[in-house]
Every structure is written in structure tokens, then in C-alpha cells.
């Protein structure tokens, strides 16, 4: 039907992604202008003095809010934001994985010999993308997840909590391997986007000159172009595909 709004089009997620970006920069020039006090490589040096525990903090905080369904993407730019693209984007790759983990537990342990909410159950059982890993009833998860972490319909730990619930066949070591691979993509681009386009806004924002991220932000605008192109051409492809959730 001409006129409808299809959620999982790839101009409509390109239109999202502009969006928040452009509403994430917002919020950190505003949260710089009123707390920051060093510019953004200061910033990341300092908390990189914490050592290894500020790591696993920031690993855990990580985990929690990608449990919490916050996209990866959002992920990988404030760890790259807060750490450079070097550790914030495996930082935020296995952020995603371990949240992903553990739900797929919950879903495995709870749910497998139990039926889901009604409402959950029913929309499951009608997506294309469950019907289709079910009637393929491939023991691999790998190329299904690594797919649906580059067309990203949803985030990473509520699908993996409903295949640990409902497609006991998927083997898990693999099933997380295409987790970990299918975002590591992902959150490179968005990470460097952090450590570049999201340090020149703080730097900015604090009266600090930015000339030093101009060709990093470059270069990051083109990944995230490339990526999405990707995307786009994944999604063509896939017209019965796993990701149609």
C-alpha cells in the first residue's frame, strides 16, 4: 500500500540514524558546555588512567543498557567517544555479545519448555524471519546472526533471548560467533564516529579547536556511508530473509 511507512526499509532506518545523530550531538555539546572542563583527548586520557577497572565498568554499564535494548550503535559511539575507537570498538562489540549471552540464557532456561506472552508468541510465529529459520532448521546461527546484526531490527539481546526460547536447533557457539562478528562492523564505523565527530562537537563546545578530528571525521563519514550502502544492499537481497521481524 502506497503511502505506508515500512520500519525496516532502509530509508527509513537511514532517516533514524540521522536523526540521532544529529540529537546525540546535541546532547553533547550540551552536556559539555556545562561539564566538561578539559577538551575530549584530555577527557579520554584521563579516565584511561582508571586502568583496567574503569574498563570493566564501563564493559558493564555497556552490557546492562544494551540489555536494555539501547542499539549498539548508540554503544559503540560513546565508547568511542569515551575511550577512542581502538577500545571502544571491541569494548561495545563484546558489550553487545555478553548482554546477548546472557538473554539468550534467560530465553533458553525460562522459556524453552514454556510458551512466551500471547501477544510475543503470535507475532513470532507470523514474522518471516522466524518461519524461515525454522523451515531451513539450520544448526548454524552463524550467518543468521551476522545478517541481522548488519540489518540491525532489532537489537542484539531481545533476539537472541527469543531464539534461545524458541529455535533450540541453532548451535550457541556459533549462534555468538555471528553475533560477535556481525557487529564488530558495525560498531567500528560508529566507534570512530564517536572518537571523531563526537570529540570535535565536545571540543567545540568547550572553546578547544578541532582541527586534529577533521580528517578522522572524514574518514568516518565515509564508513558509515559505505556501511549503510551495505545495508541497503543486504536488505534488497534479503526479501525473504531471517531479519523481517
Known amino acids: 500500500m502506497t503511502g505506508r511507512v515500512h520500519f525496516s526499509s532502509p530509508l527509513f532506518q537511514s532517516t533514524v540514524r540521522l536523526g540521532t545523530g544529529i540529537l546525540l550531538a546535541f546532547v553533547f555539546y550540551h552536556l559539555a558546555q556545562n561539564f566538561a572542563t578539559s577538551d575530549c583527548r584530555e577527557m579520554q586520557l584521563s579516565l584511561q588512567e582508571r586502568g583496567p577497572i574503569f574498563l570493566a565498568q564501563l564493559l558493564l554499564t555497556a552490557t546492562i543498557i544494551s540489555m536494555l535494548g539501547v542499539p549498539a550503535t548508540l554503544i559503540a559511539v560513546l565508547s568511542?567517544?569515551?575511550t577512542g575507537p581502538l577500545v571502544g570498538a571491541p569494548l561495545a562489540s563484546l558489550a553487545v555479545t555478553i548482554g546477548s549471552l546472557f538473554l539468550w540464557g534467560v530465553g533458553r532456561l525460562g522459556y524453552s519448555k514454556t510458551?512466551?506472552?500471547?501477544?510475543?508468541?503470535?507475532?513470532?510465529?507470523?514474522s518471516e524471519?522466524?518461519?524461515?529459520?525454522?523451515?531451513d532448521r539450520s544448526t548454524s546461527g552463524f550467518q543468521w546472526t551476522a545478517l541481522h546484526g548488519l540489518l540491525a531490527t532489532l537489537p542484539?539481546?531481545?533476539?537472541?533471548?527469543?531464539?534461545?526460547?524458541?529455535?533450540p536447533h541453532?548451535?550457541?557457539?556459533s549462534f555468538i560467533a555471528g553475533i560477535f562478528a556481525g557487529s564488530i562492523l558495525q560498531v567500528a564505523?560508529?566507534?570512530?564516529?564517536?572518537?571523531?565527530?563526537g570529540c570535535a562537537v565536545i571540543n567545540?563546545?568547550?572553546?578547544?579547536?578541532?582541527?586534529?578530528?577533521r580528517t578522522l571525521m572524514v574518514v568516518s563519514c565515509l564508513i558509515l556511508v559505505l556501511l549503510a550502502r551495505l545495508q541497503n544492499s543486504i536488505s534488497k537481497t534479503q526479501i525473504n530473509g531471517v531479519h523481517k521481524l
Open 156 to 167: 542484539y539481546p531481545f533476539v537472541s533471548f527469543l531464539i534461545g526460547a524458541k529455535i
Open 189 to 197: 564505523g560508529y566507534s570512530l564516529a564517536g572518537a571523531s565527530i
Open 129 to 135: 524471519w522466524f518461519k524461515n529459520m525454522m523451515n
Open 170 to 173: 541453532l548451535n550457541s557457539q
Open 115 to 126: 510458551r512466551l506472552p500471547e501477544f510475543l508468541d503470535q507475532r513470532l510465529e507470523q
Open 204 to 213: 567545540h563546545a568547550v572553546g578547544v579547536g578541532f582541527e586534529q578530528y
Open 80 to 82: 568511542g567517544t569515551l
